[in-house]
């Protein structure tokens, strides 16, 4: 039956194309065709690769689909396929060092190798996590302990007088506001500063506002940067953050979730200069670098204070290694931990660092070609600078009309490309205006898809036109 | 490669009885036979599925081994290694329906399933998570913003003024207090109320203290019931916490991580009779259900609230579809998620209800077994009532001695065991004794396994007995 799956997966990538990018099927349409109970008897496992033909199929998105340029991309490449097959068929489950030591190690070599790559200095140790939701959230709790001398271990956040602070731009994911409201800091004691025409955060009005919640009584705490932000890519300037946050004593948290993997090229790496002044750093291999979803990697300065916010030590746990091992249950929120280092061993070693740079170059170039079209041709407005994959822009019709029919419009066109099944964007706001934004970086994206995406916008902005005039 | 991959690990689970369940590396052992740094060039892949072998096997811990007695069982059985290789070929990122409404509508779908296999009402609803700790944790900051009416919507947990307390008993699991420390209440506003001979939670000690508690100007928030304490599987009594939970307004969670799965048998739910009073309850089918991990059932009474604490809802996430279906990003902490539903699906329909039921019944039974040996043998004392599938035991040799001799009498039982390769438990506290804790459910863990054990526990008594004589 393995045998039978790898085959069905294979012929399933290599068909990819003929699917369309985005799901079409209506809500509740899947969940209708599924048994209302579970089976009593066993059922043969042709069935099961038979309904996952049949049911589950036509309910997917395509997320390795060359024509997928929404949200950011989701890269699932065959060799971390087989890492994780690899480890599914191992089944360790490596909370503690003992409980399978070759989990833990590998971790921490595959780490180093991710760190060597993106250029970071050995002050900076890695370590798994599922999502950059989660790890930042635990760059944020790992803030409010630093500043509140472990509180935890007392009457904990609601016994402090003084309240704490955190800042991020307000272009910064909507995973950061989660991790502050989630960390007890409170919306009011969040705060989200004015961004520049480039979308990056001012730090100008950074120190204002640190300023005045200083006079003000409060307690600065942790300073959140983006490396890339989901919006637009935008580049807050990490150095002169970096600085303030030294000034002040803030936890400094890079969020490089996209834009991290592209530096292991060394001319991206400019995009987050001061990147060694932060704290924590938290970047998505699953979404640029192949390995499969998911793969989130957190790095960090002082492994010492995570593990104490981090750690239990309950007797159960206890094994005669601990004072020599990594125990990784120590270094994040869930306890049990899957062996996920295996797929980006895969993934690395299978392509070797020269073809994964030269695939992030493939895509940085695609991403320049796209921006070129946009900008020859009339009636498209880009609506931010391009550093690295995404790009964002609208279409203004002849005779500009309001904000609400060029939104209109827009929404039009994404509705019309995503619907044809042909390409899959994100129609997003970018400060109060409708963009369409093209994310590229799938693994099997090439120049002719983004050509074609091209087409195929002209072609929806067309069927848009008639659709208003009729 | 795949079919290369998919030989090797059957090959690997059909000799896994070979292997020495616990590795026996030493500490540094693995990663010094590892690169140091990444490779240039991509590799051949047979190079990659060698050093699985020559490499990472030695460094493997054998969850799935049969003699696996340590921790709580960790089961990967091999339908879900198959669900699990088919969402890793999908490679779909489930965070919005829309991203692929199969794996949002399939886990409703599944959960539901397991729902009425536990025989809980339809006022619960399921959620995948990672694991009982992150679940756990969703649960105390749903608590935290019950008591406090949304106060992350305001300043946060920080500016409260009567101190929030969270009660459980002073055996429940480390992932309790860890989460009420992450969500900041504090180690002085966690009570960990005393337990009865059984270990299970004492109702009238709970009382005693949430009146102190109230007397003293606290607000009891959130209250945490064990089904299955991790040291000894005891049942803290659901009913009468429930009952003291509606009569204060306290959250009710119960960690059902372990028992849970047993619930799938309708002679095992007395164990957490009341259980329909709790807010919300989490259990581990990854543990001894056969789905891999990671795959933890969270199920909650009202989801309208756990949106409410979990979702934000940037434009870039919006899509046309959200008034109608189910974003399974707002129900947990990571934005992103894996397709986890596939495999708990495969592993249903492979065994159908009736297998999954005998198979538990099997191991329950050979808990009886093992504890009648026990029973039966001259100085072996059993610790603790054994109403699932652990027992906790310690070998008393002729002319007791002191505690601490017994502690160490015991200890290099379970070092000689765990060294010897044919088993490994879990040698940890129950109250301050030390004891050696049998956990039986390994998928492939037969009878003739648990006499194995007994009989090597026999050959490891005379080794310490002789070690302590040398």
Same mark, same amino acid.
């Given at each position: 039956?393995?045998?039978?799956?790898?085959?069905?997966?294979?012929?399933?990538?290599?068909?990819?194309?003929?699917?369309?990018?985005?799901?079409?099927?209506?809500?509740?349409?899947?969940?209708?065709?599924?048994?209302?109970?579970?089976?009593?008897?066993?059922?043969?496992?042709?069935?099961?690769?038979?309904?996952?033909?049949?049911?589950?199929?036509?309910?997917?998105?395509?997320?390795?689909?060359?024509?997928?340029?929404?949200?950011?991309?989701?890269?699932?490449?065959?060799?971390?396929?087989?890492?994780?097959?690899?480890?599914?068929?191992?089944?360790?489950?490596?909370?503690?060092?003992?409980?399978?030591?070759?989990?833990?190690?590998?971790?921490?070599?595959?780490?180093?190798?991710?760190?060597?790559?993106?250029?970071?200095?050995?002050?900076?140790?890695?370590?798994?996590?599922?999502?950059?939701?989660?790890?930042?959230?635990?760059?944020?709790?790992?803030?409010?302990?630093?500043?509140?001398?472990?509180?935890?271990?007392?009457?904990?956040?609601?016994?402090?007088?003084?309240?704490?602070?955190?800042?991020?731009?307000?272009?910064?994911?909507?995973?950061?506001?989660?991790?502050?409201?989630?960390?007890?800091?409170?919306?009011?004691?969040?705060?989200?500063?004015?961004?520049?025409?480039?979308?990056?955060?001012?730090?100008?009005?950074?120190?204002?506002?640190?300023?005045?919640?200083?006079?003000?009584?409060?307690?600065?705490?942790?300073?959140?940067?983006?490396?890339?932000?989901?919006?637009?890519?935008?580049?807050?300037?990490?150095?002169?953050?970096?600085?303030?946050?030294?000034?002040?004593?803030?936890?400094?948290?890079?969020?490089?979730?996209?834009?991290? $993997?592209?530096?292991?090229?060394?001319?991206?790496?400019?995009?987050?200069?001061?990147?060694?002044?932060?704290?924590?750093?938290?970047?998505?291999?699953?979404?640029?670098?192949?390995?499969?979803?998911?793969?989130?990697?957190?790095?960090?300065?002082?492994?010492?204070?995570?593990?104490?916010?981090?750690?239990?030590?309950? $007797?159960?746990?206890?094994?005669?290694?601990?004072?020599?091992?990594?125990?990784?249950?120590?270094?994040?929120?869930?306890?049990?931990?899957?062996?996920?280092?295996?797929?980006?061993?895969?993934?690395?070693?299978?392509?070797?660092?020269?073809?994964?740079?030269?695939?992030?170059?493939?895509?940085?170039?695609?991403?320049?070609?796209?921006?070129?079209?946009?900008?020859?041709?009339?009636?498209?407005?880009?609506?931010?600078?391009?550093?690295?994959?995404?790009?964002?822009?609208?279409?203004?019709?002849?005779?500009?009309?309001?904000?609400?029919?060029?939104?209109?419009?827009?929404?039009?066109?994404?509705?019309?490309?995503?619907?044809?099944?042909?390409?899959?964007?994100?129609?997003?706001?970018?400060?109060?205006?409708?963009?369409?934004?093209?994310?590229?970086?799938?693994?099997?994206?090439?120049?002719?898809?983004?050509?074609?995406?091209?087409?195929?916008?002209?072609?929806?902005?067309?069927?848009?036109?008639?659709?208003?005039?009729?």
């Amino acid at each position: 039956m393995g045998h039978q799956l790898v085959n069905w997966i294979a012929d399933y990538r290599s068909r990819i194309e003929e699917f369309p990018v985005m799901s079409g099927v209506t809500p509740g349409e899947i969940r209708r065709r599924l048994p209302v109970a579970p089976p009593q008897q066993g059922e043969p496992f042709d069935q099961v690769i038979a309904d996952l033909e049949q049911i589950i199929l036509p309910g997917i998105t395509h997320w390795n689909h060359p024509g997928f340029f929404a949200y950011f991309p989701s890269n699932t490449s065959l060799a971390s396929v087989l890492g994780d097959l690899a480890a599914s068929g191992l089944g360790a489950q490596a909370m503690n060092w003992q409980t399978s030591p070759a989990a833990t190690e590998l971790e921490e070599v595959v780490m180093d190798w991710l760190r060597q790559l993106l250029g970071l200095s050995a002050h900076f140790t890695g370590v798994i996590h599922d999502t950059a939701s989660t790890a930042t959230l635990c760059a944020l709790l790992c803030a409010r302990e630093r500043s509140t001398k472990f509180s935890q271990n007392r009457g904990g956040l609601q016994a402090e007088t003084a309240p704490l602070v955190v800042y991020a731009s307000d272009q910064a994911h909507s995973s950061i506001e989660k991790a502050a409201l989630l960390a007890g800091f409170g919306k009011e004691n969040l705060r989200l500063i004015e961004t520049d025409e480039n979308f990056a955060m001012r730090v100008d009005r950074l120190r204002e506002a640190l300023t005045a919640d200083l006079a003000r009584g409060l307690r600065p705490c942790a300073l959140v940067a983006t490396t890339g932000t989901t919006a637009s890519t935008a580049l807050d300037p990490v150095a002169g953050m970096a600085e303030l946050a030294q000034q002040h004593g803030l936890w400094l948290h890079v969020d490089a979730a996209m834009a991290g $993997s592209a530096m292991i090229l060394p001319e991206c790496r400019w995009m987050w200069e001061g990147v060694e002044g932060a704290d924590s750093i938290v970047l998505n291999p699953h979404k640029w670098l192949g390995a499969g979803f998911d793969l989130s990697a957190y790095f960090v300065r002082d492994t010492q204070h995570l593990i104490r916010v981090m750690s239990t030590n309950p $007797s159960y746990l206890r094994t005669p290694y601990d004072t020599e091992v990594k125990n990784l249950r120590d270094w994040g929120i869930p306890m049990g931990r899957r062996f996920r280092a295996l797929k980006l061993w895969f993934v690395i070693r299978e392509q070797g660092v020269e073809k994964l740079q030269a695939r992030l170059r493939r895509d940085l170039a695609n991403a320049q070609l796209f921006m070129k079209l946009v900008d020859a041709a009339p009636h498209w407005e880009r609506l931010a600078p391009v550093p690295l994959q995404t790009v964002c822009i609208r279409h203004v019709p002849e005779g500009v009309r309001s904000e609400s029919e060029l939104t209109a419009h827009n929404l039009r066109i994404a509705n019309t490309l995503n619907k044809s099944g042909a390409a899959y964007l994100t129609p997003s706001l970018l400060k109060g205006k409708q963009m369409l934004r093209v994310s590229i970086g799938s693994e099997a994206t090439e120049e002719r898809h983004v050509q074609a995406l091209w087409q195929a916008l002209q072609a929806a902005v067309l069927s848009s036109a008639r659709a208003s005039a009729g």
